[in-house]
């Protein structure tokens, strides 16, 4: 009795106090290049390329696909991109890209010599398009 007692009070000072509980809403990591690439970093290390393919590809492009071409597509990814674009990752965390005048789209130099078939650029490139980073190149 005394605890329910107690128990009441608490409700009532929470209440008549005007007390909220907030949770504060986590930002997206692709938000931030900072927390873009090590996000994208993990997904690919845990294999999760779907999940990738959809956080990390402008959206615009998603949306050409029907289901089974998403499918299809993710699984040649998973072989035939993937690995490459990890390592690129890997080399530009934590790196300083080269913005554009506005701030939209980033450069980074990796160095990387992967090969001409898989690397015919020694950049990536991530670009802005509403509030999230996604790699267009």
């Known amino acids: ?6 128990l009441a009070v608490a409700v009532l ?12 809403e986590q930002p997206d990591a692709r938000e931030e290049l900072a927390t873009a690439i ?17 956080s990390y590809m402008d959206p615009k492009e998603i949306d ?4 089974e071409q998403l499918k299809t597509f993710v ?10 674009i990890l390592k690129i990752l890997k080399a530009i965390e934590g790196k ?7 701030g939209g789209t980033a450069t980074f130099e990796h160095g990387l010599k992967i090969g001409p078939e ?3 650029s020694s950049t990536i490139i991530f670009k802005k398009v509403e509030k999230f980073w996604y790699i267009e190149n």
Do not use: C, H, W
Request: overall charge neutral.
């Open 1 to 6: 009795m005394r605890v329910l007692s107690v």
């Open 13 to 24: 000072l929470v209440l008549g106090l005007g007390v909220t509980i907030q949770t504060k």
């Open 38 to 54: 090590p996000a994208a970093i993990r997904l690919l290390n845990e294999e999760k390329y779907e999940d990738f393919v959809r």
């Open 64 to 67: 050409r696909f029907d289901e």
């Open 75 to 84: 699984e040649g990814f998973a072989v035939r991109k993937a690995p490459r």
């Open 96 to 102: 300083k890209p080269e913005l554009d005048e506005k």
């Open 118 to 120: 898989d690397a015919p």
